[in-house]
Nanobody
Framework: QVQLVESGGGSVQTGGSLRLSCAASGRIYSTYVMAWFRQAPGKEREFVAGNKWSIRSTYYADSVKGRFTVSRDNAKNTLYLQMNSLKPEDTAVYYC?????????????WGQGTQVTVSS
């Protein structure tokens, strides 16, 4: 069993920055993907960014490329999402996710989410 706790959300104005953290506990295997998803009111949940440490690769949704950066500190069991140049359309609840994941399929473990609000 894996537990994920997100933090770092808040309210900022357009162009501002936030850094989200996801603290993980339990056994995370080298084959697990760690990722961020988000869901805005009335919208479908969407993939934001992810990292597979075992092959040192990262993935980003087209909507956040060039603005968001995902990273991981294995010593602290923490996943980060650095969000720069924030836009109102980035407003959503952001969820940390990990587990065995394939194309189009998220991992089995989810955090409770942290709210990000970007005002204009």
């Amino acid at each position: 069993q894996v537990q994920l706790v997100e933090s770092g959300g808040g309210s900022v104005q357009t162009g501002g920055s936030l850094r989200l953290s996801c603290a993980a506990s339990g056994r995370i295997y080298s084959t697990y993907v760690m990722a961020w998803f988000r869901q805005a009111p009335g919208k479908e949940r969407e993939f934001v960014a992810g990292n597979k440490w075992s092959i040192r690769s990262t993935y980003y949704a087209d909507s956040v490329k060039g603005r968001f950066t995902v990273s991981r500190d294995n010593a602290k069991n923490t996943l980060y999402l650095q969000m720069n140049s924030l836009k109102p359309e980035d407003t959503a609840v952001y969820y940390c996710n990990t587990g065995v994941a394939g194309l189009g399929t998220p991992g089995m473990y989810w955090g409770q989410g942290t709210q990000v609000t970007v005002s204009s």
